[in-house]
């Protein structure tokens, strides 16, 4: 039997999620700061689809990237190199947020990025903990992803494209930009070969939420999420 929450903020140890995989931890509560920062704290996420209450999960393996074991591909870099783009952080949040729930997913009918999800996210962002790494190209936002941040440790949510690897730009310009400012571990959730394939690997959840405590309590360098590339070949 699921657990149902209560009035306050406060979730079941994550080793009693369950069995399966993406580990179902409780229903209900609310998508608010106080919810969501000590969910995010205790390695717990929000996901559930329109019509289900709030869903919470601690999956039992974590797809994790190290920032320093990032993969660029050579023809990943090759267009990092010879491609006209910019990069920005937080210039167009609730596009991003609003594009990655409109993107199809292979195998999926619907997006767990719902209208209250939708909400909750602008909310967080305009806290300051909720942050978009933009792709934009001959002025237009082609790609990006929008994640969570609680001290130097950043939640990946979700992320998406309509120009080739404009995602991926994005994802790896916010990988060496964290790494660069002490970030020593970035939350993507659940497994997928494209995140396989840009160096991100699966670790127990033991593990992933050891590393939290300390990462979490880690104060956060002053400009960190004023952010901003161009490239301009010649």
Avoid at 49 to 67: A, K, N, Q, Y
Avoid at 88 to 116: H, K, L, M, N
Wanted: hydrophobic share 45%; glycine share 10%.
């Amino acid at each position: 039997m699921i657990p149902w929450l209560g009035l306050s903020p406060a979730f079941p140890p994550v080793d009693t999620a369950q069995e399966d995989p993406d580990g179902l931890l409780a229903a209900g509560g609310e998508l608010t700061l106080p919810w969501l920062a000590r969910a995010y704290g205790q390695g717990i996420f929000p996901w559930f689809s329109r019509g289900e209450p709030i869903l919470w999960w601690s999956p039992s393996e974590r797809m994790v990237l190290l920032p320093g074991q990032l993969k660029v591909s050579r023809s990943l870099d090759k267009t990092l190199r010879n491609r006209a783009y910019e990069v920005r952080c937080d210039s167009a949040f609730e596009s991003v947020i609003r594009a990655c729930a409109g993107a199809p997913r292979e195998g999926q009918g619907g997006t767990w990025i719902v209208d209250e999800m939708v909400d909750a996210y602008v909310a967080l962002h305009r806290a300051g903990h909720a942050h978009s790494f933009e792709t934009w190209m001959d002025g237009e936002l082609v790609g990006g992803l929008y994640g969570v941040a609680f001290g130097r440790m950043f939640y990946g949510e979700s992320m998406f494209h309509r120009a080739r690897d404009a995602s991926k730009i994005a994802f790896v310009h916010m990988a060496r930009h964290l790494e660069a400012n002490g970030f020593a571990m970035i939350d993507c959730q659940f497994h997928t070969p494209h995140l396989a394939s840009l160096g991100a690997s699966l670790v127990s959840r033991q593990r992933f939420v050891a590393a939290l405590a300390g990462l979490v309590a880690q104060p956060q360098p002053a400009g960190l999420w004023h952010y901003g590339y161009r490239n301009e070949p010649s």
